[in-house]
């Protein structure tokens, strides 16, 4: 009766972690070069444009809010992981860090420290 | 008598009588007319060159009664001309080969004289239908050169003037003549002549009588080329000339009748055809005499000359020159009652072109005398009295100004010496002058000195002007109407006054003006009764040189202005001073400068404002300059200093009106400056002082506007305010654009923040409310710099905290509007916090759960729309909270999360939850809230938490235990929504957070991130 509730349980433990390796992306090194350019959530009119000068901007045209107007910020990489500091012209920093997934050169997906994933083309 | 010598005394009569008819018939039996006419004509070929034929020669008794004479009748003299005249003079005089013809001439001979000394001596002449042609040929020969040469060359008698002279008669009836000079250039032709000469002289006394009769006169005169010099038409001339008495005292008169005639100089006519046409005597001359004939003087008395009916009186005396006396006269002369238009029209053609322009009537007399000599440039004094009645003047330059009813009375002397005293110089008073024009009449009073020099002119104009008949002294743009009473006296030279410099004028006087109005295309005033004071040269401090000259000083009851477009404005008692320098010198520029003062003064426009004012006091000045025509400003250069006690000022939109309780205010175009601005605007009040400059080029939009004011209050409505000053400066039009362009409602109406505007507002108000926050102690500084309102470090309190706030706020789309805050909470009560701003509770949701004093940093920044909806896409923010001895409130949630970490006797003995220390920090992106882990001591546990949360309400916090009495570490989830949350047990992450040394990259960045945070927020803090 214990070996069967051991090898359940083992069974449970082995599925969970196989399905934990399976639930999450292999991370991907970010490319620079590859990042560089505009992209836009699919589904959404949220913008991105990440400028090779490692500036950047995102904008949501929903909001009426155009190409300018929009936030500005700083980015930087590390392996698969996409740092943007936001400073807003109050003095205020927010920094948002990104774990990206996938990119090539029409798609961009990350995700953050809560699972939320995101999938951009490139505009 | 005896019969005896009667007798005798008869039959000697009758002897006599029987001889002289013996004589007589002797006489005519032995000289027959047959014998005398052929003596006459033998002794004609000695005497006479030419052909001449006498007709018939009789003797004479009763034509030349007493005397005897001879009769010659049809007497001819024939002398050709040897050369054919082809001269226009022969139009008036043509050439004839008859000298002279005559039907009848008779002799009266002193027959006495003949019989005693054969002396022959002619008594009487009488000449009756003859003529005679006269010719001289251009090389001087003349056909009256026909009397052969006297052999007597005895002169001595010659040249002097016979000591008695007796002449019965001459008489020449029905002579008509003709001249012709063609050496001189002269021809003449007179037609129906008849004239009676008879008189005497003896022992230095003289008597005689000519009369002169003449039905036509015709003369021409040429010059070498033929061009007429002279060319006169005389009819019916008429000359009486009678004087008796010694050389010294000669009394005679002269009568001169011309009817009528023409005559031309230069081919210039001098007598009109409305002169001819008159049917006027010509010329008419009595002159009653006493002449001096030794001193060559006369003393007229009542003498008239008259000329087209046109008399003038002379009496006085006359002196010819003579012995070196110059010709010196003592005269006076009268006319009546000349009608001057009539006389106008006699001018001749050169005078009255000089005159055109202008008709002129009326009834002038004049009267006056001329005394003084002639010669070596001396003049007589001229006296003259003139007096105009019922005159007219009407002007072609001014059609619309005739001028009537003219009553005039001047006086003058006029002294044309040359070397006239200075003390002795012509002058002109003006006695009376008065005259009318439409519903205008004005008198003028006063002396013009040196008339003939300086004209120094002192004078005093009073009258009533109807200002609508000034139309044609005005631009077509200016309208005026009302009346005006006029009082001026002026001094100046005549010149100065003609050419209108005026700043060689004096003047001053008064001008009543009665309901007027003035109406120009953009500007329309009106007054009841205003009082002008005029003086010029202006009235000016002595300290304060200028150029001005002149001033005016209005006052009255009170003056409406209407300025396009609907601008309204009612001034109470003005009080105005204006001065300025000569208007009419085009070389300066048009300036001014005004003082006003007025009791009160309202004014409006359409349904935009109403301001009204107790007391206005304006001192100031304008200067145009014509290049800068597109803005009012750089056009008028305006300078003022305001001073205004009580204004109040309302617009459909304020809900309350603004009162200013005093306001002193200081323009200049670069710079203006407000002393102190006083002001009430529904319970708030407003103390305001500072400058602004560049108002000239921000309203031509070539510059901003910059200025820095203080600006106090004890109490500010500021949410009023921002209303007022939305869109402040904006161009309209590209708002409007805006708003279609984005599809924006009407409704929609942000606060746009002034364009092309730098100013900046140090404040210091009491108490105020902006965005219902009731605020105190505020204080900092306001900027509005082209587009952007920034709150500068303003610092203030609330009921809750000691608060500093740095805003900004721009707008540059109407809906993409701009605002950051930099909001700092010093020594805070939460739920104070959160009551004043409810926005928190959404960025720190478990911040309601704590009351307490804390410190609140927030700095944020989002785009609005056009109804202040925030864009959360534009969302970004971070805050930091710190606290200490707070105290959380118990609830549900925080049970049952303290059930899942088994807390035991974690309330304090109150039973209240007491935390010694908070330090949270958070960030917003988007709809993203992200709390960054921190700690809570809970008496003798320690949690620390963390996670993040969204705008719709989903979280994701993680509770994790770090100190506990006992040897566990939980943890506690927290997801699902905030109204709603799913709280289970979960696995630890934060248990290395606070070690440094255990601490992973990811923990080692988190609380990088958090001091990142923290630190930038903290920045901020003064």
């Known amino acids: 009766m214990k070996t ?77 992981e996409l740092t943007c500091v936001m400073r807003g012209q109050m003095g205020q920093v927010v920094p948002k860090v990104y774990t990206v997934t996938t990119l090539n050169a029409a798609l961009l997906v990350w995700n953050d420290d809560y699972g939320n994933v995101k999938t951009f083309n490139r505009i | 008598m005896k019969r005896g010598w009667k007798i005798s005394l008869i039959a000697l009569g009758s002897a006599v009588g029987l001889l002289l008819a013996a004589v007589a018939v002797l006489l005519y039996l032995v000289f027959t007319p047959s014998r005398l006419t052929s003596i006459a004509n033998r002794l004609a070929k000695d005497y006479i060159e030419c052909e001449a034929r006498f007709g018939r020669v009789s003797l004479s008794l009763f034509k030349t009664w007493p005397n005897a004479g001879l009769r010659l009748e049809d007497v001819v003299l024939v002398n ?55 010719y001289t040929s251009a090389d001087g020969w003349s056909n009256l050169d026909v009397f052969a040469r006297s052999e007597d ?229 001229v006296d003259a009295h003139i007096l105009l009645h019922r005159g007219s003047l009407d002007l072609a330059s001014l059609p619309s100004l005739p001028l009537h009813k003219i009553e005039a009375e001047v006086a003058a002397r006029l002294n044309l010496s040359a070397d006239s005293l200075p003390s002795a110089p012509s002058d002109l008073q003006v006695l009376r002058l008065s005259a009318q024009s439409g519903g205008s009449s004005l008198s003028v009073t006063g002396r013009v000195d040196d008339f003939l020099s300086a004209r120094q002119v002192n004078a005093r104009i009073r009258g009533n002007v109807a200002l609508d008949d000034l139309a044609a002294f005005l631009p077509p743009d200016l309208r005026l109407r009302g009346a005006s009473a006029v009082d001026l006296k002026v001094q100046s030279r005549l010149s100065d006054l003609t050419s209108l410099a005026l700043e060689r004028v004096k003047a001053h006087g008064t001008l009543l003006l009665d309901d007027l109005d003035v109406q120009t295309d953009s500007l329309h005033a ?135 309780t005093s306001f002193i205010f200081d323009f200049r175009p670069e710079v203006c400056s407000i002393r102190e601005a006083d002001v009430l605007w529904g319970v708030s009040d407003y103390h305001l002082s500072g400058q602004v400059r560049g108002l000239q080029q921000w309203l031509s939009h070539t510059g901003m506007l910059t200025g820095s004011l203080d600006f106090g209050s004890h109490y500010a409505d500021i949410d009023q305010l921002m209303a007022i000053l939305s869109g402040m400066g904006a161009d309209k039009d590209t708002l409007e654009q805006q708003r279609a362009a984005d599809n924006i409602s009407p409704a929609a109406n942000p606060f746009i923040v002034p364009k092309d505007v730098d100013l900046k507002l140090n404040t210091h108000i009491d108490r105020c409310v902006a965005f219902g926050n009731d605020l105190a102690d505020l ?187 006992l040897p566990v570490r939980l943890a506690v989830d927290v997801n699902g929504t905030l109204a709603k949350p799913n709280i289970k047990l979960g696995s630890v992450k934060y248990a290395e957070l606070y070690k440094p040394e255990k601490r992973d990259a990811l923990q080692t960045r988190t609380l990088a991130i958090k001091q990142m945070v923290r630190e930038a927020l903290e920045a901020n803090v003064r």
């Not at chain 2, 001979?109 to 009756?128: N, Y």
């Not at chain 2, 001339?237 to 023409?262: F, I, K, T, V, Y």
């Not at chain 2, 200093?641 to 000022?649: E, G, N, V």
Request: glycine share 8%; charged share 20%.
């Open chain 1, 4 to 80: 069967k509730g051991l090898i359940r349980l083992l069974l449970v433990a082995a599925v969970f972690f196989i399905m934990a390796g399976c639930a999450k992306e292999p991370a991907t090194d970010v490319d620079e070069d590859l990042l560089a350019g505009r992209w836009k959530q699919v589904g959404t009119e949220e913008c991105w444009r990440f400028d090779s000068s490692h500036e950047g901007e995102t904008w949501d045209l929903s909001d009426d809010v155009q190409e300018g107007e929009g936030i500005k910020f700083t980015w930087t990489v590390a392996g698969a």
């Open chain 2, 80 to 134: 050709p001309c040897p050369t054919a005249p082809g001269s226009d003079l022969f139009a008036v005089a043509p050439a004839s080969d008859t000298l002279a013809g005559v039907e009848s001439l008779a002799v009266g001979l002193d027959l006495r004289a003949f019989l005693k000394d054969g002396s022959v001596i002619v008594r009487q002449l009488c000449l009756e239908n003859g003529f005679a042609n006269l």
């Open chain 2, 153 to 381: 060359t005895d002169t001595s008698s010659s040249g002097q003037f016979p000591e008695r002279i007796d002449l019965r008669r001459i008489c020449v009836r029905n002579l008509s003549a003709r001249c012709c000079d063609l050496r001189q250039g002269l021809a003449a032709r007179a037609d129906c002549l008849g004239f009676t000469l008879c008189g005497g002289w003896e022992q230095q006394s003289a008597n005689g009588r000519l009369r002169l009769s003449l039905d036509r006169l015709r003369a021409v005169k040429t010059d070498t080329a033929g061009a007429r010099l002279l060319d006169a038409d005389l009819s019916h001339l008429a000359l009486s000339l009678r004087g008796s008495g010694p050389m010294d005292s000669l009394q005679g008169r002269l009568r001169l009748s011309l009817d009528n005639g023409a005559l031309s100089l230069s081919g210039k006519p001098y007598i009109t055809d409305p002169a001819r046409a008159s049917r006027k005597k010509l010329l008419s001359l009595n002159i009653p005499f006493r002449a001096d004939l030794q001193n060559r003087a006369a003393a007229l008395s009542q003498a008239v000359v008259s000329l087209l009916g046109y008399s003038l009186s002379l009496n006085g005396a006359l002196s010819l020159p003579h012995d070196g006396v110059p010709l010196t006269t003592d005269m006076t002369y009268a006319a009546a009652d000349w009608q001057i238009a009539e006389l106008l029209s006699f001018l001749p053609a050169d005078l009255a072109k000089a005159l055109n322009g202008f008709n002129a009537d009326g009834r002038l007399s004049l009267s006056g005398k001329v005394v003084g000599s002639v010669g070596s440039g001396r003049l007589p004094v």
């Open chain 2, 526 to 660: 009106s007054s009841p009764h205003l009082r002008v004071a005029l003086a010029l040269p202006a009235k000016r401090a002595a300290a304060k040189p200028s150029s001005d000259i002149l001033s005016a000083h209005i006052t009255g009851a009170n003056l409406n202005v209407e300025a396009a477009p609907n601008l309204e404005a009612e001034m109470n008692a003005p009080d105005i001073v204006v001065s300025c320098p000569n208007l009419l010198d085009k070389r300066q520029p048009l300036s001014a400068r005004i003082a006003l003062r007025c009791s009160r003064l309202s004014a409006q426009k359409d349904s935009l404002f109403s301001a009204f004012t107790d007391t206005l006091r304006l001192k100031g000045s304008v200067c145009r300059s014509p290049k800068e025509e597109d803005n009012l400003l750089r056009q008028w250069n305006p300078v003022a200093s305001i001073d205004l006690d009580r204004l109040a000022l309302s617009a459909p939109g304020m809900t309350d009106a603004v009162r200013l």
């Open chain 2, 779 to 965: 204080s900092g500084s306001v900027s509005l710099s082209d587009g952007t309102a920034v709150l500068d470090q303003m610092g203030f309190t609330c009921k809750a905290a000691r608060m500093q706030l740095t805003g900004l706020y721009r707008s540059p789309r109407i809906n993409h509007l701009f605002l950051g805050l930099d909001f700092h909470l010093l020594d805070i009560q939460i739920e104070d916090l959160l009551d004043m701003i409810p926005t928190i509770d959404t960025l720190v949701p478990m911040l309601a759960s704590f009351r307490g004093k804390g410190d609140f940093h927030l700095a944020a920044e989002c785009n609005l729309d056009a109804f202040y909806r925030p864009k959360m896409s534009t969302l970004l923010g971070a805050a930091a909270i710190t606290g200490s001895d707070l105290v959380v409130m118990d609830n549900d949630k925080l049970a049952s999360i303290a059930r899942l970490l088994q807390l035991k006797d974690w309330r304090q003995r109150d039973g209240l939850i007491g935390i010694d220390s908070l330090s949270v920090e958070a960030a917003v992106f988007r709809k993203e809230i992200e709390v960054f882990p921190f700690l809570l001591d809970l008496n003798k546990y320690r949690l620390c938490v963390g996670g993040r949360h969204t705008l719709d309400n989903a979280c994701n916090y993680h509770l994790e235990l770090l100190k506990c009495p």
